[in-house]
């Protein structure tokens, strides 16, 4: 009876540590911490901003663990298919990316706009735009649209490795102006003093093969297990009303859900 009992309990503790081991896994995420105000490091160098604590949260809610990887934009998809990350911080699900990687459901949406200079008249119009010197955060759809749509009419479309430096170069006088997404651009730059000289310039930037509908979560293609797991979390935060508290910190009353059919992904 002694030696069935100590067995079970052995069988217990074992179980329970395995059970407690799945439920605290770590996931590696891919992270551009150059991209305030959804990410960025903070005054202890913690990686900080939006997509960081929706994805804590989802992690939390999955009962993972998130492991940050800091790179540049451009690096995180080769970064995901050598499988040096599990899966990449939410970036715009567009046709050319679904052709090497696979997303989540959509976690927010924001509209493309150029920031210029006040009062240079500038608009996002290649005939408006020639000769003129326009940022690009390289790998971006920013720059996809850019090189497609206004270099071959004369816009120089300079590409640099993270906003940060294409925030300097505006304020600078390097640049003309910068095509990015209008809610990172006005939270992280026009909103401080360096940028108190510059605004959006015209209405949203748009093209249904370039732009996507919305930012979802990079994976590997047929990783659905873990593709599930994250949809399941990020379901679970927008009931419980996670999703919109950690958005109203941020960005107020700014609406970044995608609205679409159910069915559309």
């Known amino acids: 009876m002694k030696i069935l009992l100590k067995t079970t309990v052995a069988a217990a503790v074992v179980l329970a540590f395995c059970q407690s081991t799945a439920s605290a896994d770590t996931l590696r995420v891919a992270a551009d911490l150059s991209y305030p105000p959804f990410q960025y490091r903070d005054s202890q160098g913690k990686p900080a901003g939006f997509e960081i604590d929706v994805t804590d949260a989802i992690c939390a809610a999955i009962q993972a663990q998130c492991q940050y990887v800091a790179g540049s934009f451009d690096s995180e998809i ?137 930012s979802a979560y990079g994976l590997r293609k047929g990783d659905e297990a873990l593709k599930q797991r994250l949809n399941q979390g990020l379901a679970k935060i927008m009931a419980d009303g996670s999703w919109d508290k950690i958005k109203q910190r941020y960005f107020g009353d700014i609406d970044m859900k995608v609205h679409q059919p159910a069915d559309i992904k």
């Open 78 to 214: 080769p970064a995901l298919l050598a499988k040096k990350v599990d899966f990449i911080s939410p970036q715009g699900a567009t046709e050319k990316r679904r052709k090497s990687i696979d997303f989540s459901d959509f976690v927010y949406h924001i509209p493309t706009q150029l920031v210029a200079r006040k009062g240079s008249g500038l608009l996002p119009d290649a005939a408006k735009l020639q000769g003129k010197h326009i940022g690009v955060q390289q790998g971006t759809i920013q720059e996809i649209y850019a090189n497609q749509y206004w270099a071959p009419h004369g816009v120089d479309v300079v590409p640099y490795a993270d906003q940060d430096t294409v925030y300097q170069d505006l304020t600078a006088g390097r640049l003309d102006g910068a095509l990015s997404p209008a809610v990172a651009v006005t939270f992280g730059f026009l909103v401080k003093p360096e940028g108190k000289d510059f605004a959006l310039a015209g209405a949203e930037v748009r093209d249904d093969k370039i732009f996507s509908t919305g």
